[in-house]
């Protein structure tokens, strides 16, 4: 992958806080939903409900799709980011604890929260994507790049 284009895609996830992620149900119908995410590099953290209908798809097929956007209003503006990438629940414990480190930076309320995010209270998913579809309208209309992980 060029540096610029990677530049550019860390650039977009670090600008923003929520993705679209979609999962595949068990009657084969997707499942899109709003979550937060902190990154690390091209690796994506999003902490969930255990008992969220997303982790129980994933434990069916960890095959996923997400989408990180903003609303524009002038089209010729619009910037984003598509995903196919596999999404995992962290169960290494200095795993975990890098990964809550990263999204308290992105998020300080996480810290001042009643609760602290521990594998008991919550499913951290870890996504990793395999196939990046960079959006940039800048460049033309529809302008898109498709890069391989």
Known sequence: MEEKVKN?????????NIMTLATIREDGYPQA???????????????VSPDSQKVHNIKK??????????DYEDWNQIKGLSMGAIA???TDPDEFERAIAILENKFPQIAS??????????ALLKITPK????LNYALGFGHTDLIEV
């Open 131 to 134: 196939v990046i579809s960079v």
């Open 61 to 70: 097929c960890n095959k996923v799709s997400l989408t990180i956007d903003r």
């Open 33 to 47: 939903t709003t979550v937060a995410y902190a990154n690390d590099g091209l690796t994506i953290y999003a902490v």
């Open 88 to 90: 995992e629940i962290v």
């Open 113 to 122: 929260m009643s609760w602290h995010p521990t594998a008991e209270t919550v």
């Open 8 to 16: 550019f895609i860390l650039e977009l996830m670090g600008e923003h």
